[in-house]
């Protein structure tokens, strides 16, 4: 018949006892000091509230992002010579220094501090917080080093804002007075292009349309003037006037009686009429005094009227053909202008806008010097933590315990597994169908020196095997405090 699983495992507890026990002390000796010797560390956290009292955007224009900036800040504070400074100002790591290069110092350190940033809205202008932790090997460091980061986090904020601030103006004050003197530039060349074209500018063109209609009338005259002096003088020429431009009566007589005999005949009443006409004005005429040096007169006078009128005309001819060059070339003068002037008003809005950006910063200057932008303030500073943080003994001491059975019967239930012999007449019966006669139980011997002497050994090795294992979690466990963040780091 089989053997019941509980004399299987009655069995292999009574072959497998020694070497489960070996495994369990073995890893007791390794777990229970990582549990003993790790060290203690003390966890302190200081909170540093960054507010932005009332601060218009124009002020957030002319510095950087809030996050960018702390980020400077936080690589700044990492800084080798920041932590060196630290280190040696409070005496951290006492143990490590001397023994270990300051470098593993400051990445043991790095991995100790932990800065998270946080922001919430609570209906009031974005409140941003800086949550500043440290795990150290004792409570006065662990509190001492987050309040001194955080005070550094303040001064630096201020500097950096500051700096930033003054930076931007003094930019922007180089940048208006370079805009200002490109304005003037763009000014200067407009100003001049102005004076060299005036007459041609388009605002002109219908000042000198209703000019040009007007001088062209006074030429009309002109011209009328000057044809009815030339037509005076070829009545003059002919006799048929009078030394003041009035017709002969005489002249008239003769002509207007050529005209009528020439229709009727010398008894005509018209005729006669015209013959004592006639001759009453030859009797006139011989009885008044020749008026020759009138004739002359106004011979003279009509010459100097027209040379004067043929002189206007030339001045108006000549303002003519300028205000029609005007008024041609005004097309081609609009273009050049509004090209000028495009470059002016670009010049302009560029010069209003440097100005605007330089005004915001010198806003943004005075608020910094009077504190008005962001409030940075140490809101929780860290306190001396009055127990540990971590490790959590009694834990590791659960698991080292937990791991020692486990190990102890694994060992057992391994070595069982790979052992082919057979230990009961149940399990030579589970092999073979051959029928068992008879089993013979196991007789021990007498104890001899050489089973004593090597019972003896065995102990010794087990002891020092033990107490190596103990001696390497020793020393790995000792100042770990990497360890224990890996054992601990749900609770830190």
């Given at each position: 018949m089989r053997d019941s699983a509980f004399e299987v495992v009655l069995g292999i507890l009574g072959r497998r006892k020694w070497l489960g026990f070996i495994a369990f002390v073995a890893t007791l000796s390794l777990g229970v000091p990582f549990a003993v010797f790790l060290p203690n560390v003390y966890r302190g956290v200081a909170t540093v509230s960054i507010e932005n009292l009332e601060a218009s955007d124009l002020v957030r224009l002319n510095v950087?992002?809030?996050?960018?900036?702390?980020?400077?800040?936080?690589?700044?504070?990492?800084?080798?010579?920041?932590?060196?400074?630290?280190?040696?100002?409070?005496?951290?790591?006492?143990?490590?220094?001397?023994?270990?290069?300051?470098?593993?110092?400051?990445?043991?350190?790095?991995?100790?501090?932990?800065?998270?940033l946080f922001r919430g809205d609570r209906g009031r202008p974005t409140t941003t917080g800086i949550k500043i932790s440290y795990i150290g090997l004792d409570a006065k460091s662990a509190a001492a080093v987050p309040n001194t980061l955080a005070a550094l986090y303040v001064t630096e904020n201020t500097k950096i804002r500051e700096r930033q601030t003054t930076d931007?103006?003094?930019?922007?004050?180089?940048?208006?007075?370079?805009?200002?003197?490109?304005?003037?530039?763009?000014?200067?060349?407009?100003?001049?292009?102005?004076?060299?074209?005036?007459?041609?500018?388009?605002?002109?063109?219908?000042?000198n349309m209703i000019t040009l209609e007007r001088l062209n009338t006074r030429l009309r005259l002109n011209t009328n003037d000057q044809l009815r002096i030339r037509e005076l003088q070829d009545r003059l020429g002919a006799g048929l006037t009078t030394a003041d431009g009035g017709v002969d009566p005489l002249l008239a007589a003769k002509r207007r009686l050529a005209d009528l005999q020439a229709k009727y005949t010398d008894k005509h009443p018209?005729?006669?009429?015209?013959?004592?006409?006639?001759?009453?004005?030859?009797?006139?005429?011989?009885?008044?005094?020749?008026?020759?040096?009138?004739?002359?007169?106004?011979?003279?006078?009509?010459?100097?009227?027209?040379?004067?009128?043929?002189?206007?005309?030339?001045?108006?001819?000549?303002?003519?053909?300028?205000?029609?060059?005007?008024?041609?070339?005004?097309?081609?003068?609009?273009?050049?202008?509004?090209?000028?002037?495009?470059?002016?008003?670009?010049?302009?809005?560029?010069?209003?806008?440097?100005?605007?950006?330089?005004?915001?910063?010198?806003?943004?200057?005075?608020?910094?010097?009077?504190?008005?932008?962001?409030?940075?303030?140490?809101?929780?500073?860290?306190?001396?933590?009055?127990?540990?943080?971590?490790?959590?003994?009694?834990?590791?001491?659960?698991?080292?315990?937990?791991?020692?059975?486990?190990?102890?019967?694994?060992?057992?239930?391994?070595?069982?597994?790979?052992?082919?012999?057979?230990?009961?007449?149940?399990?030579?019966?589970?092999?073979?169908?051959?029928?068992?006669?008879?089993?013979?139980?196991?007789?021990?011997?007498?104890?001899?020196?050489?089973?004593?002497v090597r019972v003896a050994l065995t102990v010794v090795g087990v002891a020092a095997m033990c107490v190596m294992l103990a001696g390497f979690a020793y020393k790995t466990a000792r100042h770990n405090t990497q360890l224990v963040w890996m054992l601990s780091a749900p609770q830190l």
């Open positions: 950087p992002e809030l996050e960018a900036r702390l980020i400077t800040i936080q690589q700044e504070l990492l800084s080798r010579a920041r932590l060196s400074d630290l280190v040696m100002r409070l005496n951290l790591y006492p143990g490590l220094r001397g023994r270990v290069p300051m470098e593993s110092i400051l990445s043991s350190m790095r991995r100790d501090i932990h800065i998270e931007m103006a003094q930019f922007l004050r180089a940048q208006v007075e370079s805009a200002r003197r490109a304005l003037e530039i763009q000014q200067r060349r407009l100003d001049r292009f102005k004076e060299e074209r005036a007459g041609q500018l388009p605002e002109q063109v219908s000042l018209d005729v006669i009429r015209t013959r004592a006409e006639i001759a009453e004005l030859e009797r006139q005429r011989k009885a008044t005094p020749p008026a020759a040096p009138e004739h002359t007169v106004g011979v003279g006078s009509s010459e100097a009227a027209l040379v004067s009128l043929q002189s206007e005309e030339k001045m108006l001819r000549s303002e003519i053909a300028q205000y029609e060059e005007r008024i041609q070339a005004a097309p081609k003068v609009e273009q050049d202008l509004e090209a000028l002037q495009r470059d002016y008003n670009v010049t302009r809005e560029s010069y209003g806008s440097i100005l605007k950006r330089y005004e915001e910063a010198q806003l943004a200057e005075s608020l910094e010097q009077t504190k008005m932008t962001e409030s940075f303030r140490i809101l929780d500073a860290a306190i001396v933590p009055s127990f540990p943080a971590a490790p959590n003994r009694v834990r590791l001491l659960l698991l080292a315990l937990f791991f020692a059975v486990a190990a102890s019967i694994g060992t057992m239930l391994l070595t069982e597994h790979l052992d082919t012999s057979f230990h009961s007449v149940g399990e030579l019966r589970q092999f073979t169908t051959v029928p068992v006669l008879a089993s013979i139980p196991y007789v021990p011997s007498p104890t001899s020196f050489s089973s004593i």
